[in-house]
């Protein structure tokens, strides 16, 4: 017993040597040897008395899992298996549904799902609660526990059972897992205009070198419309880079710890600027993290038009830190919350868009009210409308083949039509520029 409470308190004597520096005046020495003393002999006594026998190794982890669990629902303990795979998930590829999720309000919550995933074809949406996983209730569930229980081996079957807002009953999705292949960022041109679409999925490690290939590769553009819906965030570093190439001055983002002298400053620099061109940004309530800050710093800067729907909140900052040599197992810490250049912040609150915007379709004049037409009129010109019906047709056909062909590189007006949001922010910028002109 006395080998243990020596070896457990060195080791936490350590650590916070390692990891954290003394902000408040240190805790009475006596105080801080008891409350070590009782973690310790409550530890112990598992190891004594429990009814099935467990290694200490893992009464050890299952103490660092509960503590932090109890710290907030972004802090976790990453045995050598969840470092490995967060690792994998932020280098771009990873196994299971494409589904990020978070705790709100105690509630396992979809953030969003990764556009092309099983979870996305599925039709599973931001802010749905998830209720059971297989058959498994959610309520009391970590959200590690329900990671890993999502993930699993390629091509194998997993029900997930959600509650929707407006829906009257809770709805349940078959699902079969799948390599989560993330490709980060989609470019492409908006139909008989001058507009890029830039579309970033995820923020991995090669959001910023792509971004700034499709705005070089697409020089003739006259404004961007950067789309952020359904993007649950990732490396600051590249929010920070992506901010970068629109802005040329200025603080980018903050970051504040428990000590608001540690505060932390990211600037723009003249260097990271890649265009001026007039810029739109899309979000929604899958919007979170990295995503937040690219576009509450925008819209802080005036350097973009905000629209969509509130944001998810979620502005807090983690750190993985490693807690032993080799860097195998580690926690991954709440050590700060982001503040957007207006010194406003993210955490709980979100961002509001300058313009809200619903989703869904256009809406379009009813097909089905009274019009008078030429064709309609007695003796029109039968023989030159069908002269015109002839041509058209040929025009469809070649119009045809036409979108077949640049569909993965153009948004056509038929997508338009589709996406009230996207329809919206087209309309907006070009507004923006007529008036940059």
């Known amino acids: 017993m006395n080998k243990l409470l020596i070896a457990s308190t060195i080791a936490f004597v350590l650590s916070q040597n390692i990891f954290a520096k003394d902000t408040k005046p240190k805790e009475n020495e006596q105080t801080r040897f008891e409350s070590l003393s009782k ?32 710290l907030d629902a972004h802090s976790s303990y990453l045995d050598k298996k969840a470092s490995k795979e967060m690792s994998i998930q932020t280098q771009g590829e990873f196994g299971g549904l494409g589904i990020t999720v978070g705790m709100r309000d105690g509630a396992l919550t979809v953030i969003s799902p ?23 209730s959610t309520i009391g569930m970590t959200l590690d526990e329900a990671v890993n229980m999502m993930r699993g081996e390629p091509k194998t079957d ?64 006259k404004g961007i419309i950067l789309d952020l819906r359904n993007n649950p965030g990732g490396l600051l570093n590249q929010a920070i880079g992506v901010v970068d190439m629109f ?51 925008l819209q802080d800067h005036k350097r973009a038009v905000v629209i969509g729907e509130k944001t998810f909140g979620k502005g807090s900052v983690q750190a993985v830190l490693p807690i032993d040599n080799e860097r195998t197992e580690n926690i991954k810490l ?16 979100g961002v509001t ?16 009210s009274l019009k008078i037409k030429e064709a309609d009129l007695k003796k029109h010109l039968e023989g030159e409308l069908e002269k015109v019906v002839d041509k058209k047709d040929e025009a469809l056909k070649k119009e045809e083949k036409a979108i077949k062909d640049e569909s993965k590189t153009t948004i056509s007006k038929e997508d338009l039509l589709e996406d009230n949001q996207l329809n919206t922010s087209l309309a907006i910028l070009k507004s923006l520029i007529i008036m940059n002109k």
């Open 158 to 221: 997993i029900a997930i059972t959600v509650v929707r807002k407006g829906e009257l009953k809770p709805l349940e999705f078959k699902l079969q897992r799948d390599i989560i292949k993330v490709q980060s960022v989609f470019a492409k041109k908006i139909e008989d205009e001058d507009i890029l679409y830039l579309r970033i999925s995820s923020f991995d490690t090669k959001v910023s070198t792509e971004l700034e290939k499709a705005i070089k590769e697409n020089k003739n553009a």
């Open 353 to 368: 868009p300058d313009i809200i915007v619903s989703a869904g379709k256009v809406v379009q004049n009813d097909d089905n």
């Open 114 to 136: 990764i556009d092309d995933t099983p979870a996305y074809k599925a039709g599973i949406k931001s802010l749905d609660i998830i209720l059971k996983i297989n058959e498994t």
């Open 247 to 297: 802005v040329k001055s200025g603080v980018i983002v903050s970051q504040k710890g428990r000590d608001a002298s540690d505060e932390e400053k990211f600037e723009a620099t003249k260097f990271g600027t890649k265009t001026d061109l007039p810029l739109v940004v899309l979000v929604n309530e899958g919007s979170a993290s990295a995503s937040e800050i690219v576009s509450g710093s």
């Open 334 to 349: 709440t050590i700060a919350k982001y503040y957007l250049p207006s010194g406003r912040t993210i955490q709980a609150l």
């Open 39 to 70: 973690l310790t002999k409550v530890i112990g006594t598992v190891e004594k008395y429990y009814v099935d026998d467990i290694k200490l190794q893992e009464i050890v982890d299952k103490t660092l899992k509960g503590l932090m669990q109890e």
